[in-house]
């Protein structure tokens, strides 16, 4: 005989498994108070806390984000605007510069003009010997009239110098106020922009906060209307049962008869207990199902010893057997052998000429032949 593995059938141990922990799942749903009483969503409400939470930290870091980003755009305007004065100074010292050494009045073409007659040469005349065409001041002009002339002719430059010097600075001044002015549109439309932000925030937060007092003025109306309920019921319950039958120890109210000649029924909301006849006889038939169990159990140690015996003599067998069959094939491997070693040995012997070279006595007799 040899060993079987009996399958053994999991699905009823499964189900028992699973209508047990179902049952303990319902009756912790069932008994627990406060879900009962309040019917709170908790993983719903704790899901909502922390969508809450990440919204308000998602918030709070785009406005961190926004504040540094303003930041950096004022920091930046400032750099550029102390850029484009050092910028300007340096333009205008060049510039300046420039005019000091490339544009002198002394090296413009009419120089003789502006400085005096610098480069001409005088001519003196002491005694009146050339007469009036070598005249060199006429009537109505003096001395000093060159000089006055380069003065109005540097006064005129110095103006309008000035003048263009007082443009650039309108024109600067202007555009100034106009990045001034930009810059402080765009501050207030960020101010502006923040504070709809705040109040959207604000209105939003009220709302929620209205939502969550209407949620709890009507989760307290259901509870006061569900303790009334109770107390309602509970009220009517008591009244029921001290003027119901129970109170009254009649035995003969959980009996009933039934209609058509049928036997009568137990009532289960009446019946107040056995008998003890009827204690007896379940007694009894418990003993009796005990000892049935008792030897069933017997004989069912009984089959699986001999299903174990069985299945051990099959192994012992089943070893035995092959434990010959290893030794027939350490036999028949040695015989194989020996015959591939017989079978060499005489195909050597066949196919080579051994002692064919046969000694004589003279051969012999060459031994010992002398003293040596």
Not at 148 to 164: A, F, G, N, P, V
Not at 213 to 238: F, I, P, V
Not at 319 to 341: K, W
Not at 356 to 361: A, F, L
Request: glycine fraction near 4%; charged fraction near 35%; hydrophobic fraction near 30%.
């Amino acid at each position: 005989m040899y060993k079987v593995d009996v399958p053994v059938d999991q699905s009823i141990g499964e189900a028992v498994e699973r209508r047990r922990s179902a049952a303990t799942a319902r009756k912790a749903r069932i008994f627990d108070t406060r879900l009962r009483v309040m019917g709170l969503d908790l993983d719903a409400l704790n899901q909502q806390v922390q969508e809450k939470k990440h919204q308000q930290t998602v918030e709070r870091q785009r406005d961190t984000a926004l504040d540094k980003l303003a930041q950096y755009y004022d920091d930046l305007l400032l750099q550029q605007d102390i850029d484009e004065r050092e910028r300007r100074a340096a333009l205008h010292t060049d510039l300046t510069q420039f005019w000091a050494t490339q544009q002198r009045v002394e090296d413009s073409s009419d120089a003789d003009l502006k400085c005096g007659l610098k480069g001409a040469f005088g001519i003196t005349n002491p005694g009146g010997e050339l007469g009036p065409a070598s005249m060199q001041i006429f009537e109505g002009e003096g001395s000093s009239e060159p000089q006055t002339w380069k003065t109005k002719e540097t006064e005129r430059d110095l103006r309008m110098q000035k003048e263009d010097n007082l443009r650039r600075c309108m024109r600067n001044q202007h555009r100034e106020m106009l990045e001034s002015r930009e810059l402080v549109h765009r501050d207030l439309r960020e101010v502006q922009q923040a504070a709809l932000e705040e109040e959207c925030k604000k209105a939003a937060c009220i709302a929620l906060d209205n939502y969550n007092q209407a949620l709890a003025a009507e989760r307290a109306e259901k509870l006061k209307e569900q303790h009334r309920r109770e107390e309602r019921d509970n009220l009517t319950e008591m009244v029921h049962i001290l003027t119901s039958d129970m109170m009254t120890e009649c035995a003969d109210t959980a009996k009933r008869e039934a209609g058509g000649g049928k036997p009568s029924r137990m009532l289960t909301d009446r019946w107040k207990g056995m008998s003890p006849k009827q204690l007896r006889a379940i007694h009894m038939e418990r003993e009796q199902q005990c000892l049935e169990k008792q030897v069933l159990e017997i004989e069912d140690a009984a089959w699986d010893l001999q299903l174990l015996k069985l299945s051990t003599e099959a192994e012992e067998k089943e070893t035995r057997a092959a434990e010959l069959r290893r030794r027939r094939r350490i036999q028949m491997d040695e015989y194989n052998m020996q015959l591939a070693r017989e079978q060499v040995h005489a195909h050597y012997s066949g196919s080579v000429k051994l002692y064919t070279n046969k000694p004589t006595n003279d051969y012999f007799h060459q031994f010992n032949a002398s003293s040596r």
